[in-house]
């Protein structure tokens, strides 16, 4: 599959990766001599969705742009345990500096990415979408939803500025759902969106009855879900949320829902075992 479009901050974002790591130096690297060249390939341990080649590549950009990536892999592939991703080339220093932040990148982004087509894969037939959420590492939330779209999902909301998504303590400060749903209308711009989360069958009913056009299920059962899909009766969009993983979803997807938020996809993201070996140096 193609990959969707990149995040305009990966620049930064490398640039704080590796002020982080090397700070003033790298006191290792040091040692090797300073014309010293080399030839290093990076493997992967097992079977993954490849995401996060153009952090990688920014890495060894920003640390010494004579190093060159070539890929024999593309982002958004399936990649299988012992495959060659890219060989690296050039000053063996740089190298050696940008090794570990260019990994970190290029193993947690695969680690999304191969997590989200597991729950893509998992739901697949049933017509409803996989949705990430909010639940991201600290500063890498646009390279994380990236890594999302590359294993098959979609992204939610992108921040708390792009819509609006009223949950259980805005309903409880406004008063009431429809009280909630009500400010929301006077205040949302043009074309952003509005959802509301509901926990019961009740606080539906009352959603529904308020005019709203998208719900969100918090922690409902499947037979719960079958009865709102049932009074919905396609009048609203209806995302299930909490209590899910990859054992139940499917059961989750087959009432009939329109979308499923999954935290667990940016949370509990674990990282794609990677290599990266000197092959030549000189």
Known sequence: MSAPKLPDDITETVRRALAEDVGNGDLTAALIAAD???????????????????????????????????????????????????????????????????????????????????????????????????????????????????????????GLYDAILIKENHIAAAGSVKGALEAARRSAPRGVSVEIEVENIAQLREALAAGADRLLLDNFSVGQLKTAVVETSRRARLEASGGISLANIRAFAETGVDFISVGDITKNVRAVDLSMRFVHAS
């Not at 990688?56 to 991703?85: H, M, P």
């Open 36 to 158: 010293a060249s080399a030839e290093a390939q990076v493997i992967t341990r097992e079977d993954a969705v490849l995401c996060g080649e153009p952090w990688f590549d920014e890495v060894f950009r920003q640390v010494d742009d004579r190093l060159r990536v070539v890929w024999q892999t593309k982002e958004g592939d399936g990649i299988r345990a012992g495959e060659t991703l890219c060989r690296v080339t050039g000053p063996a220093r740089g190298m050696l500096t940008g090794e570990r932040a260019a990994l970190n990148f290029l193993q947690l982004l695969s680690g999304v990415a191969t997590r989200a087509r597991q729950y893509v894969d998992a739901v697949r037939g049933t017509g409803t979408i996989i949705l990430d959420t909010r639940k991201t590492v600290p500063g890498l939330r646009c390279a994380q939803k990236y890594a999302v779209a590359c294993g098959g999902g979609q992204n939610h909301r992108m």
